[in-house]
């Protein structure tokens, strides 16, 4: 869980892009884990919190740049997982 984790945290330091929520539930579903899940959740904020913390004070360009290498449409680890903002 700790990619769902890291792409809400890529939301948080990136205001140009959001979860696909679509993307989400399908690879929530495929692991058949669900956020209700307190040991799910506590992984999901550990990693929303390290990931958040890695990039206080960089720039907010390098932090879209990153999320988007690695879960944008083309994203290397789990594509689609985060859209640009409309």
């Known amino acids: ?16 892009v959001k979860v696909s929520e679509g993307a989400a539930a399908l690879m929530l579903a495929a692991y058949e884990v669900t956020l209700d899940d307190p040991v799910i959740a506590a992984v999901v904020r550990s990693k929303i919190s390290e990931t958040v913390d890695a990039w206080s ?3 907010e360009t390098a932090a879209c ?4 290498a690695l ?12 859209l640009l903002k409309k």
Do not use: F
């Not at 740049?65 to 988007?68: G, I, N, P, Q, R």
């Not at 944008?72 to 680890?77: E, I, M, Y």
């Open 1 to 16: 869980m700790s990619h769902i984790g890291q792409a809400i945290a890529g939301t948080k330091i990136c205001s140009e």
């Open 57 to 59: 004070g960089r720039s």
């Open 65 to 68: 740049a990153a999320v988007l």
């Open 71 to 82: 879960y944008g449409p083309d994203g290397s680890n789990v594509p689609g997982l985060l």
